[in-house]
């Protein structure tokens, strides 16, 4: 009986693993194959069967082609992409997490008439596909003659407020109501309040959202492709990466794209890791009861 | 330091919940004021409307001789310990404590000072410098009551600060916090459903019911005297026994009669009896138990005021006898020495200076 036990015990682990392996390399096989390519010379990407790791065509050694990153950092267009998208990215989230988190206090914290019809409202916002808000928002933007990389920041946050509110409102629902009073007792104002009491306490919760707002930001493409039709100055990197031309017509320097590629996802995954800590506080928090 | 004066305050929600009607307190400097009831008779909601975390639906509270109705928590000088303690999690002890003189703008020495001046009163010194969640029970509850002492406020607030700590903790803290009240010479107002609590830490108690003040007055005379039954029954424990039953007056004695006996009432409550002019003839009466004596005479079938024992509770320095005379259920206290088991009968004296008369319908006392 016990051994029986045992040998159950051993196959469901061994199945568990097996799962969890085919999990990882269904997640990770897209960003290796992205390095794998970005390191593979014209040449190197045409040989068939496709190698698992860039090989030299003649001798067949390992022969990793560096050449693709000079180009793209050489390149204007994508250079100034990443310097756009950051400005935009960053500037999106530091606005949503502002917003965001006023908007959640009143909704979380304070009681007012209507509370519940602005959180659907808010919740509303993000029903609309893109493209249907797409058309309307360009010809706002050029009526208003807003600045493109300003109209991207406005418009990005038509989906990052409401997802930061919502998230931030749970957030600070669960925060006792004792705190709010005792510091209202101690002689707080309702701004020090939040910004005293309440903000250091969802610090996790704003460092999740506010990373994906980030991300969702960084990696938007059609608002981006739209606005920045008439100013290709403006273009955020995933656009950049669009417009890529080959040294000839009609050649897809498909290389140069990974290589880029690979560069865009670089801060992403510098981020996720700088937080990490805080992130899966702020994943699991509010779940249950401390 | 300063009295406190409420003046017809209600509290009606928004939904027409009338939690506190017409309260009317008057709260001298430096007294001990316990607010005591069941739970939802609006003790803490009268509390709240001091801190001025509720809205006073109408009348008027005085903090010394300022209307505060409108004045904000802020600024009414008050400090508030609250039942879960309400510490800010992301601050070291230290930092919660000086949080309310930081905002108030008093300087870093001062604040220092006072801290640790805070810190020896309660003996703390070593938590400041930890974060609350690193600390039991009992050690927030001081952090707590630390955050309090360091403001200095007029009046103290508490609300049932013991009722999240263990039964041993909870005599210790009550008897530090009596102690924290003669030195710091401040108004407290504490909130409690423990009658324990209200009768050993009170100077005065409020005791509360559905809203209503049933009875203001020092523990003494909540005990010897209560205004009406629910005060009777209320205070005291285990609860006072009630019995109903018919009075009849003689020349110089008034008897009570029940379902299997009477008791002669004699002295002060007859006379007091005959001056308030006899209102009633049917009665409640309440005798607590520890004013029930136990005759072990084994009392014959039919015999006045034979009782069996239906359970005993041996507490070491007393034993409780609950018992059975007719269809009334009583409980007696007994000394230990008095040898009795279950299913015993017993002849019961209650002592009539001892007994509490109520009218049936109006619950009033009819003694006072």
């Known amino acids: 009986m016990k051994q029986a036990k045992g040998f159950k015990n051993v196959a469901l682990k061994t199945g568990f693993y097996f799962i969890l392996l085919i999990i990882f390399i269904y997640l990770l096989f897209p960003f290796y194959w992205a390095i794998n390519s970005s390191l593979k010379s014209e040449a190197q990407l045409q040989m068939t069967p496709a190698t698992m790791v860039p090989k030299n065509p003649v001798t067949d050694s390992i022969d990793p082609y560096f050449t693709n990153y000079k180009v793209i950092f050489q390149n204007q267009q994508f250079v100034r992409g990443l310097i756009n998208s950051t400005i935009v990215a960053t500037s999106t989230t530091v606005l949503a997490l502002a917003a965001g988190s006023f908007a959640a206090f009143a909704l979380g914290k304070l009681r007012f008439r209507g509370k519940k019809p602005t959180l659907y409202m808010i919740l509303a916002m993000t029903m609309f596909p893109q493209v249907t808000v797409l058309a309307g928002l360009y010809a706002v933007i050029t009526t208003l003659q807003l600045p493109t990389l300003l109209s991207m920041i406005l418009s990005y946050m038509i989906f990052t407020l409401p997802f930061t509110t919502w998230v931030l409102t749970a957030f600070f629902k669960d925060l006792p109501l004792a705190l709010l009073e005792s510091a209202q007792v101690d002689g707080a104002t309702p701004f020090q309040t939040f910004y005293k009491i309440l903000l250091p306490l969802t610090a996790p919760a704003m460092v999740t959202t506010g990373l994906l707002a980030f991300i969702a930001a960084w990696n938007e493409y059609l608002f981006a492709l739209t606005f920045t039709s008439i100013n290709p100055g403006a273009r955020t990197v995933p656009v950049a990466i669009a417009y890529f031309t080959g040294a000839v017509a009609r050649q897809e320097p498909f290389g140069e794209i990974m290589a880029a590629a690979v560069v865009v996802t670089v801060p992403i995954v510098v981020l996720v890791l700088i937080f990490q800590k805080r992130i899966v506080a702020g994943l699991t928090a509010g779940a249950v009861k401390g | ?368």
């Open chain 2, 1 to 368: 330091m300063a009295g406190l004066k409420l003046v017809n305050v209600n509290k009606i929600y928004p939904n027409g919940f009338h939690a506190v009607h017409d309260v009317n307190l008057d709260i001298e400097d430096n007294e001990f004021v316990v607010f005591v009831g069941p739970s939802g008779c609006g003790k803490s909601t009268a509390l709240r409307m001091i801190a001025g975390l509720e809205e006073i639906s109408s009348g008027e509270l005085y903090i010394g001789e300022t209307m505060v109705n409108d004045v904000s928590p802020k600024d009414r000088d008050i400090a508030m310990v609250f039942q879960n303690y309400a510490l800010y999690p992301h601050m070291t002890n230290y930092e919660n404590m000086a949080f309310g003189l930081k905002l108030r703008n008093i300087p870093k020495a001062e604040i220092d000072k006072r801290v640790q001046n805070a810190a020896d009163i309660l003996g703390i010194q070593e938590l400041l410098d930890n974060k609350p969640k690193e600390l039991s029970g009992g050690q927030r509850q001081r952090i707590a009551l630390g955050r309090a002492i360091v403001r200095d406020p007029q009046v103290f607030l508490m609300d049932e600060p013991l009722s999240n700590l263990d039964a041993k903790l909870r005599v210790q803290t009550r008897a530090e916090i009596s102690k924290l009240h003669q030195r710091l010479k401040t108004t407290f107002i504490y909130v409690t459903h423990d009658q324990t609590e209200a009768m050993t830490m009170g100077t005065r108690i409020v005791v509360l019911k559905a809203g209503h003040v049933m009875q203001v007055d020092t523990p003494t005379n909540l005990y010897e005297y209560p205004k009406n039954k629910f005060v009777g029954s209320f205070i005291g424990s285990p609860q006072m026994n009630f019995i109903e039953g018919t009075l009849e007056e003689k020349d110089d004695a008034v008897t009570f009669h029940y379902s299997s006996g009477s008791i002669d009432i004699t002295g002060e409550k007859a006379d007091k009896l005959k001056e308030n002019g006899f209102e009633t003839k049917e009665v409640i009466l309440g005798i607590r138990p520890e004013h029930i004596n136990v005759k072990t005479d084994e009392p014959t079938e039919g015999s006045p005021n034979r009782a069996v024992i239906e359970v005993t509770e041996l507490l070491g320095s007393e034993t409780y006898l609950f018992v059975k005379v007719k269809e009334e259920s009583l409980v007696a206290r007994i000394d230990p020495s008095i040898k009795v088991k279950v299913g015993d009968f017993i002849t019961l004296d209650p002592r009539p200076d001892k007994v509490h008369l109520f009218h049936p319908e109006s619950e009033k006392s009819l003694l006072l």
